[in-house]
């Protein structure tokens, strides 16, 4: 059993694989985050704690495309996610603060089946053990409601990931931020229970469509429920470029009802 951590990245100073690993980790925030969450995993009797920071190691490739690949399914099959909010110190203050737009947190929210929330002293933002478990009309399930765009009942009942309902999905994460522009589609891999190879570099565009083009395997139509400019596809005009593509969409319907056959071939969308 473990714990693992969710929380906005310090512009400097988080703890290192490195420096854990030689034991040279220096004193300061990124260090008392740390302290902090194991602090408070240990409440949960598990075995382990787990941070984003200094738990893997990011001059492998290897294994930092591993844990790309996993990070849903490493939060989905926590004993508990831990949040610190490091903007709030009330429940309100969520509506703010910097997590609530981060894109790789979308997934930090719904994977999980248990999560805690502190404020930025380290405080619980509930007397609740889970902040999930609860009664789904709480005040923080109707503030992180109002601050993400997410119904109350996909945070509060079991998310269940896979490429459907892809242009109600993908506004939930229209708004969100990324500090490499191919983790705007990478951070959704989990969401859409898709796998990609991780390739920074290639661009957000290219990152993009191949996410869109793993979704459409799956034939649900909503895929196909967007509007604006078209990706930079090399023989397609059907791809999105990105998630604001489904902020404007339509209600679709379609006569048959069930999904549809779709593949990408070297004239474009086959259907």
Not at 27 to 33: N, S, V
Not at 117 to 129: E, I, Q, R, V
Not at 153 to 160: A, G, L, M, P, V
Not at 214 to 229: H, R
Request: proline residues 4%; hydrophobic residues 35%; glycine residues 6%.
């Amino acid at each position: 059993k473990y714990a693992i951590l969710s929380h906005r990245w310090l512009n400097s100073g988080e703890p290192t694989y490195e420096e854990m690993k030689a034991g040279k980790v220096a004193a300061g925030p990124g260090y008392e985050k740390l302290k902090n969450f194991c602090r408070e995993a240990r409440q949960y009797n598990v075995e382990f704690a787990w941070s984003d920071t200094c738990c893997i190691d990011k001059s492998s490739s290897t294994e930092l495309d591993e844990s790309i690949r996993s990070m849903f399914r490493w939060y989905r099959n926590s004993e508990i996610c831990i949040v610190h909010l490091a903007k709030s110190t009330t429940i309100e203050d969520i509506l703010h603060d910097e997590w609530t737009e981060r894109g790789w947190t979308l997934q930090e929210l719904l994977a999980p089946f248990s999560i805690k929330f502190f404020d930025k002293d380290w405080m619980p933002m509930t007397k609740d053990l889970n902040d999930k478990r609860t009664e789904a009309t709480t005040k923080i399930l109707q503030t992180l409601e109002k601050a993400t765009g997410i119904p109350h009942n996909e945070i509060y009942w079991q998310f269940n990931p896979g490429p459907v309902k892809v242009d109600e999905r993908m506004v939930w994460a229209a708004k969100r931020k990324t500090t490499r522009v191919e983790d705007v589609a990478y951070s959704l891999m989990g969401i859409f229970d898709v796998s990609l190879q991780i390739a920074y570099g290639e661009g957000g565009d290219r990152a993009f469509y191949r996410l869109i083009e793993a979704i459409m395997q799956a034939g649900d139509p909503s895929v196909l429920n967007w509007k604006g400019a078209a990706a930079k596809h090399h023989t397609s005009d059907a791809i999105p470029r990105s998630p604001k593509s489904f902020l404007d969409r339509r209600e679709l319907k379609l006569a048959s009802g069930g999904r549809l056959e779709m593949t990408m071939t070297s004239l474009g969308l086959r259907m």
